[in-house]
């Protein structure tokens, strides 16, 4: 993955005068074009950043507070990490001297390969629900063929979106296949990862559905970004459990 563009301004820039969050978010919507305000003032009420304020009370954000947001950015997007890991980082390196924009959120260790256990592809987090691909597309780009791509429809383990589009998800769903595919899994055995996740989305949703349900921006964001951390305990959780299991099995 490349490093986020402009992490850091250039020295003429620093000199410029602080900008509204208006500014800024037209700065940051070149990388992350799905940010919003709400999303900004939801990071703020987090503590992931502190933009000075205007007797007036209005918003003004420095050269440090937007390499600050893009570090959070780039972490959600590319390392799908939940934000109490996100602040434990940016605290670390508060702490350290450390500057957040120059440098590649580290993943954390959580097990023997180093990594998030649930981490997703740059290519497919944030951005999964805007891709679009016909079924020839996701049957070149997955590996899996069209008679599975049927199989795994009929099953309701893949979904497609009216009329007929398949978005980043969909395309992971399918990659995930082919790979167990590889090793002799057919469509039928995955069965129980749907009905897994079904029971998942339903306790998950009561968590969120009051947050969803408010008029209020900010309140919805809160459940978005709920909505993303709790999927990521979850992966790591079950990735956890299915190591403990296989050592367990090797007996290990």
């Known amino acids: 993955m490349n490093e986020p563009a402009a992490a850091t301004p250039p020295v003429a820039a620093r000199a410029q005068p602080l900008m509204s969050i208006g ?12 940010t919003t305000i709400s999303k900004l003032r939801f990071l703020e009420a987090e503590g992931l950043v ?8 209005y918003r003004k954000y420095s050269w440090e507070d937007v390499a600050r947001l893009r570090f959070v950015l780039t972490a959600q997007r590319d390392h799908y990490l939940p934000l109490r890991v996100i602040r434990d980082q940016l605290a670390e390196l508060d702490a350290t001297g450390g500057a957040p924009g120059r440098q590649r959120p580290a993943l954390v260790a959580v097990g023997p390969g180093g990594e998030v256990p649930g981490r997703v592809p740059a290519e497919s987090s944030a951005e999964s629900a805007e891709v679009r691909l016909g079924r020839a597309e996701l049957v070149a780009r997955s590996g899996i063929n069209e008679s599975t791509l049927g199989e795994l429809e009929r099953l309701g383990i893949l979904v497609s979106s009216p009329p007929g589009w398949y978005d980043g998800d969909a395309l992971i769903i399918a990659q995930a296949v082919a790979g167990l595919a590889a090793y002799g899994l057919e469509p039928r055995h995955l069965r129980g990862y749907r009905t897994a996740a079904d029971r998942e989305v339903g306790l998950f949703a009561q968590l969120i559905a009051p947050l969803a349900r408010q008029n209020d921006p900010a309140a ?8 993303r951390e709790l999927a990521a305990l979850s992966q790591q959780l079950h990735a956890a459990l299915i190591r403990v299991g296989l ?4 007996g290990r």
């Open 220 to 227: 919805r964001a809160r459940a978005a970004e709920t909505g």
């Open 23 to 34: 500014e800024v978010l037209a700065q940051l919507r070149v990388e992350f074009p799905d």
């Open 50 to 57: 502190e933009p000075q304020r205007t007797p007036a009370g």
């Open 247 to 250: 050592r367990s099995a090797l």
